[in-house]
């Protein structure tokens, strides 16, 4: 098989088994996979196929959310480049726009918080659930479970063609799984569980659920709801990153969303996902000081591949995560709030010590956007355990954006790959006693 000539608008392809030429349309920088099926080379062939593990460069969808450039470092969700969006906005103001396309007005601002702040309460017997837990559970164990849970108490959330229906369930998710993740943490804290409190904002709100105690009223620390709000910004979409690829496939079945984001956080929940931020807070206390930082690295080097610099490298990013920057800016305040994380000194070293090293420029691998966000948690007063837990509930909005886009667009239907067997030929079985 030989490509000939790629024009603006067609790639022609010639095949050497049978000397026949094909023209396949190029659209948006891509050829459509079915068109490679009229390539046979005889009337049995079922025709050609691309081979694509991991799905390295397929593009599986349309979508209007998020633009990346990997390359240059260039993160926008809905056209506005996300340090703008970090630098002025809310995270409600954001989910507004990942969900319209547009950025709220005061008064769609108004009624899209009051929504979101009237759904975050919970049914009571989702604490008996929880509560079924061992003390020890890990929270991203208990929010895959519990917000699976939740779809036996809305089964309306099945009429996923219906869109008022859809947006009470975009409602209804993006306001409870603060509560729920709050109620695991208190639950692994053996704590009452506090109950959200309305005159607060989406992140205080999270922080007065998560924190507190007797008091009769919890009053957040602004500065700390504000780096919230930063990070479940950044947090809040990636284009077809792993989780959001699993919620799509579960949604193309018209399974309900409270399913698909069981999935989803499933998806989220492995290291090399949502739960590195989690693994870079174990691999700088592994390391304990500065001054061990050139063995690790070297560590790292000689074990090519085996040991990785968690938080480091990126499928998309081959430049510094532009997330990983704003991260890096917002810890400031919150130290000033918490005072400084000793794992700070340890993992400015580190980056400092990579991005001069050989090996990890020859690879393009510079800090990802959980290097440095396990570091603000932890100062927080977080355990490492929730880290996953903050990413799920900040790109539950992304996955709810683009279920319905997924939803809504006549090209797609259910997820169905295609496999290159390699197993035996056909064979026929001999009864039990002669095997
Ligand atoms: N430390 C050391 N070496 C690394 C690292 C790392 N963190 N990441 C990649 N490499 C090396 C690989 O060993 C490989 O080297 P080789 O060419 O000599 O074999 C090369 O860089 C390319 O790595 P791949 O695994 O092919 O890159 P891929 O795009 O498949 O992986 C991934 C991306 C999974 C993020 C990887 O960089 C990694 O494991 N990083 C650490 C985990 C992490 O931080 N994940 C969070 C990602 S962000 C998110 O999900 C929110």
């Known amino acids: 098989m030989e490509i000939e000539t790629a024009t603006l608008d067609k790639l022609k392809i010639v095949d050497e088994r049978t000397g026949k030429s094909y023209d396949l349309p190029i659209e948006n ?13 005889s009337a049995e062939d079922p025709g050609l196929m691309v081979y694509d593990p991991a799905y390295m460069n397929t593009a599986a969808c349309r979508s209007a959310i998020t633009f990346i450039d990997g390359d240059k470092g260039i993160l926008q969700y809905r056209g506005y480049p996300i340090e703008e969006l970090a630098e002025s906005c809310t995270f409600l103001e954001v989910a507004y726009l990942l969900l319209h396309g547009e950025l709220p007005g005061e008064a769609e601002n108004e009624e899209w918080t009051r929504q979101i702040t009237y759904h975050t309460m919970l049914h009571e017997s989702i604490k008996k659930f929880m509560d079924g837990f061992a003390y020890d559970a890990h929270p991203m164990g208990i929010l895959v479970a519990t917000v699976g849970a939740l779809s036996t108490f ?3 959330a099945r009429n996923i063609h219906d869109e008022a229906s859809r947006r009470t369930q975009i409602y209804r998710l993006v306001a409870k799984m603060p509560t729920l993740a709050a109620f695991a943490y208190r639950h692994s804290r053996g704590l009452p569980y506090a109950y959200p409190d309305n005159d607060l904002t989406y992140t205080q709100n999270f922080l007065n659920m998560l924190f507190k105690m007797t008091e009769v009223k919890y009053r957040p620390e602004p500065a700390l709801a504000r780096a919230l709000d930063v990070l479940f910004i950044l947090h809040a979409d990636h284009e077809q990153n792993c989780s959001t690829s699993v919620m799509r496939a579960i949604g193309s079945s018209h399974a309900d969303p409270f399913s698909a984001v069981a999935g989803a956080c499933a998806a989220l929940y492995g290291p090399l996902h949502g739960g590195a931020n989690e693994a870079v807070l174990k691999m700088l206390a592994e390391i304990g000081t500065k001054d061990r930082v050139p063995a690790f690295i070297k560590e790292v080097k000689e074990g090519h591949g085996e040991k990785r610099l968690m938080g480091f490298g990126h499928r998309i990013y081959k430049n510094y995560d532009p997330r990983a920057k704003i991260i890096k800016r917002i810890a400031d305040d919150v130290f000033a709030v918490t005072g400084k994380n000793p794992l700070l000194e340890i993992a400015l ?12 420029v020859k690879r393009k691998l510079y800090p990802n956007v959980d290097f440095y966000s396990g570091i603000i948690y932890q100062a927080m007063g977080l355990p490492t ?4 837990v903050l990413f799920a509930i900040a790109r539950t909005m992304g996955w709810m954006v683009q279920w319905e886009e997924m939803l809504l667009d006549p090209e797609q239907k259910i997820a169905r790959p295609r496999q290159v067997y390699t197993g035996p030929g056909e064979r026929h079985l001999a009864p039990l006693a002669k095997r």
């Open 154 to 156: 809305y089964p309306d």
């Open 29 to 41: 920088g891509t050829i459509r996979g079915t068109d490679l099926k009229k390539i046979k080379s």
């Open 385 to 388: 355990s929730m880290f996953t």
């Open 349 to 360: 070293e580190l980056e400092k010590i990579a991005l001069e090293d050989e090996y990890f």
